[in-house]
């Protein structure tokens, strides 16, 4: 059964976010979860699966169109988040059972899967038990791949909005995802405030409040070097160097332990496919054009 109709705001704003774009809806049941997906392109499968953010996939809408020229784009929305209906828990090994189906349900062979923010941390655990679902993994942004704390910061920004949802909340925790806010808001202001009102409106949802709180004490926690090297796929990293949620530096630790490469868009921080498009997509294209080789011990 699917969830409940969203209010008219919520659906404007994502149809702002959307605008110009050509996707198909489609809302589906999987694993008993009411899943609202974003379906568009020809060529490969490739997976967009956002990270911990309360709007899900709409907010990958600045880098769609040119990567609809090449792939299949599969955008789920995770349950709990956009316009997903929620999961009783989402746990990793609730999330492993939900993205398999998803994966058998919307691609016809194993699909590229770029993984963003806690979403990465959790693709990593998927990976290590679900190889064989995957062609290619992109890391991306992704805290649980090494020895991570959360920066005081980010705590700080993250609990005021969490307790709070409201816009001035919602832009400390912007000016702090992001390296400049400001000019990234003028490349499209009507796109970034629908983007900044509507994730705003579902962080009010005691749903979502709650997956996030899931997804934050399952995403931050590092998944053990020994299980990394089991996996088996092409593995790489996309990173923003000014990155102050996960830092670089987490990444070229791991790039240096397992031997993914790493691949970093300059001119931003924790979300490159919005703050630097152009750049994230060279860099994208770069990691899925040149594969890892299997991870190193």
């Known amino acids: 059964?699917?969830?409940?109709?969203?209010?008219?705001?919520?659906?404007?704003?994502?149809a702002r976010l959307l605008q110009g774009l050509h996707l198909e809806l489609r809302r589906l049941d999987v694993d008993g979860i009411a899943t609202t997906v974003l379906e568009g392109g020809d060529g490969p499968s490739l997976v967009l699966l956002h990270g911990g953010i309360e709007c899900g996939g709409v907010y990958w809408a600045p880098v769609v169109a040119a990567l609809a020229e090449r792939h299949h784009l599969v955008m789920p929305d995770v349950p709990g988040l956009g316009a997903s209906g929620p999961a009783p828990r989402l746990d990793p090994d609730a999330f492993d059972r939900w993205f398999a189906e998803l994966l058998r349900l919307m691609c016809p062979a194993a699909p590229i899967v770029v993984a963003h923010s806690l979403l990465g941390s959790f693709a990593v655990r998927f990976a290590v038990r679900h190889r064989a679902?995957?062609?290619?993994?992109?890391?991306?942004?992704?805290?649980?791949?090494?020895?991570?704390?959360?920066?005081?910061?980010?705590?700080?920004?993250?609990?005021?909005?969490?307790?709070?949802?409201?816009?001035?909340?919602?832009?400390?925790?912007?000016?702090?995802?992001?390296?400049?806010?400001?000019?990234?808001?003028?490349?499209?202001?009507?796109?970034?405030?629908?983007?900044?009102?509507?994730?705003?409106?579902?962080?009010?949802?005691?749903?979502?409040?709650?997956?996030?709180?899931?997804?934050?004490?399952?995403?931050?926690?590092?998944?053990p070097d020994a299980e990394l090297r089991t996996i088996d796929v092409p593995t790489a990293l996309l990173w923003g160097?000014?990155?102050?949620?996960?830092?670089?530096?987490?990444?070229?630790?791991?790039?240096?332990?397992?031997?993914?490469?790493?691949?970093?868009?300059?001119?931003?921080?924790?979300?490159?496919?919005?703050?630097?498009?152009?750049?994230?997509?060279?860099?994208?294209?770069?990691?899925?054009?040149?594969?890892?080789?299997?991870?190193?011990?």
């Open 1 to 14: 059964m699917m969830g409940a109709a969203t209010p008219p705001a919520e659906d404007a704003w994502r």
């Open 133 to 223: 679902l995957l062609q290619q993994l992109v890391v991306y942004a992704a805290p649980g791949v090494g020895p991570y704390r959360m920066p005081m910061g980010l705590r700080v920004v993250a609990v005021r909005f969490a307790v709070r949802p409201t816009a001035r909340n919602a832009e400390r925790f912007e000016r702090f995802a992001l390296l400049d806010l400001d000019a990234t808001r003028r490349r499209d202001p009507e796109w970034y405030d629908a983007f900044s009102a509507y994730t705003t409106a579902r962080a009010k949802d005691r749903h979502a409040k709650a997956t996030m709180r899931q997804l934050i004490r399952a995403g931050t926690k590092q998944v």
């Open 241 to 297: 160097r000014d990155d102050r949620m996960a830092p670089l530096q987490l990444a070229e630790g791991v790039a240096t332990r397992l031997g993914w490469p790493l691949y970093v868009v300059d001119g931003a921080a924790h979300v490159p496919h919005i703050e630097q498009p152009g750049s994230f997509l060279s860099a994208l294209s770069d990691a899925t054009r040149r594969p890892s080789t299997r991870s190193t011990s």
